[in-house]
Nanobody, 123 residues
Framework: QVQLVESGGGLVQAGGSLRLSCAASGSIYRINAMGWYRQAPGKQRELVAA???????NYADSVKGRFTISRDNAKNTVYLQMNSLKPEDTAVYYC?????????????????WGQGTQVTVSS
């Protein structure tokens, strides 16, 4: 079993910054791409940013130039640096990781999710 534990959410004024962290722990065979999604009240969950194990990244248009995703492969940790925050960034942010379990001679593709962390941006 793999657990994703997020931290770093909170309340910030518009224009401020926050840094989210997500650490994977447990019986990890391999973690591939990692990313952050968010879900605002009454809206669908959307991809914010993703990063491959080799460092390739992509971002939602709404956060380009303001958010930066990075990762530490040795620590199985992904970060999301959020600058110039806007009230419309208010949401629950979820960490996601695509991985592989290995057990009994078999490989199992897995999709892991964190519990979510609240980010609130006041105007």
């Amino acid at each position: 079993q793999v657990q994703l534990v997020e931290s770093g959410g909170g309340l910030v004024q518009a224009g401020g910054s926050l840094r989210l962290s997500c650490a994977a722990s447990g019986s990890i065979y391999r973690i591939n791409a990692m990313g952050w999604y968010r879900q605002a009240p009454g809206k669908q969950r959307e991809l914010v940013a993703a990063i491959t194990s080799g460092g390739g990244t992509n971002y939602a248009d709404s956060v380009k130039g303001r958010f930066t995703i990075s990762r530490d492969n040795a620590k199985n940790t992904v970060y999301l640096q959020m600058n110039s925050l806007k009230p419309e960034d208010t949401a629950v942010y979820y960490c996601n990781a695509g991985g592989i379990d290995y057990s009994g001679g078999y490989y199992y593709p897995r999709d892991y999710w964190g519990q979510g962390t609240q980010v609130t941006v006041s105007s």
